[in-house]
């Protein structure tokens, strides 16, 4: 008697585990609905079986009805990548909102890509002349159309880093513009600006230029992660990096530079912004800042305490 009462129950805890494992493989799997286990089975509607569990076979399937949309394309998409194959296996065709939520494209959040550096900005119609001298390189960037000020100027407001930070802090996003006294136009384009407490503002859309003979423009984009895109002390001026384009304004017009670590080399390898030399004098320092309406929202325009970068 005991013999077959512990068979009763040994049979009944194994049909137990046998009932639990099919329903946890067709929850996983998306085969088959829960309904499997007692009654019948059912074939997904989905492509690859997902996010059909719990329906009734007389239930209408949703993605049956609609038509199929075509894949995403954004040249990001690479079909040789071995993750991108997985994913697609498993997930479809990429979709331009999947879930109802908008993909984050170079179009709409240019900052959050690295500086292109074969694209031009078109001139505004608020531009001066040394604008739109400029105005070019700012392509896929948060100033590409918004009308710019002059905030700082060294001949004007003094070749100090107090004046400096005095003149562009907490105002965003901001173009260095420096030109030697052997009349090379150069400077950068810091993302992040400026506000003054001791910051390593990061960002990967940060980017050296410097003028051609030719009046073309070449772009040196950061290199090695978003970090030190901008050095930030009160105590110094400007500085991509630590040492890529560095102009500390205590008390003379020394600008210096090397590449490499923060910002890429020239494609020829020359590792200074000035071409043929790594410290020049310059003759005018001028940065400009994004016109923004009273009340409308500055990105970058405070202190990162907790960015990663």
């Known amino acids: 008697r005991a013999f077959m009462t512990t068979t009763t129950t040994t049979a009944i805890a194994m049909r137990l585990i046998l009932a639990t494992l099919l329903m946890s493989l067709s929850l996983v799997q998306g085969l088959v609905t829960p309904n499997f286990i007692w009654k019948t089975t059912q ?3 989905t492509a690859r079986g ?31 990548d071995p993750v991108e194959k997985i994913f697609g296996f498993f997930f479809g065709k990429r979709e331009e909102a999947p879930l ?19 694209e031009w900005a078109e001139p505004v119609a ?8 400029v105005r070019p390189v700012l392509k896929n960037t948060n100033l590409e159309r918004r009308a710019l000020k002059l905030s700082y100027s060294a001949n004007m407001n003094g070749w100090s880093a107090l004046s400096f930070h005095q003149a562009v802090d907490r105002k965003g996003g901001a173009l260095v513009v420096c030109t030697t006294k052997d009349g090379l136009l150069c400077g950068g384009y810091n993302p992040k600006g400026w506000v003054g407490f001791g910051e390593n503002r990061g960002s990967i859309a940060a980017f050296l230029f410097v003028q051609n003979p030719n009046g073309s423009f070449t772009k040196l984009r950061k290199v090695g992660g978003a970090g030190m895109a901008q050095m930030d002390y009160p105590e110094m001026g400007v500085s991509f990096g630590a040492d890529s384009l560095v102009i500390p304004l205590n008390g003379d017009k020394v600008a210096r530079s090397k590449l490499g670590s923060y910002y890429e080399r020239f494609e020829d390898g020359t590792n200074t912004l000035f071409r043929d030399k790594s410290a020049v004098e310059l003759k005018d320092l001028k940065v400009y800042h994004g016109v923004y309406e009273e009340g409308e929202f500055i990105p970058h325009a405070d202190a990162e305490p907790f960015a990663l970068n």
């Open 50 to 80: 997902f996010n059909n569990f719990f329906k009734k076979p007389s239930e209408p399937s949703e993605t049956a009805s609609k038509p199929e949309e075509p894949e995403f394309v954004d040249g990001a998409y690479d079909e040789d």
């Open 126 to 133: 608020t531009d001066n002349k040394e604008m739109a001298a």
């Open 100 to 118: 109802g939520l908008s993909r984050m494209t170079s179009q709409k959040f240019p900052e959050q890509y690295p500086a292109v550096t074969d």
């Open 43 to 45: 074939v997904s509607h």
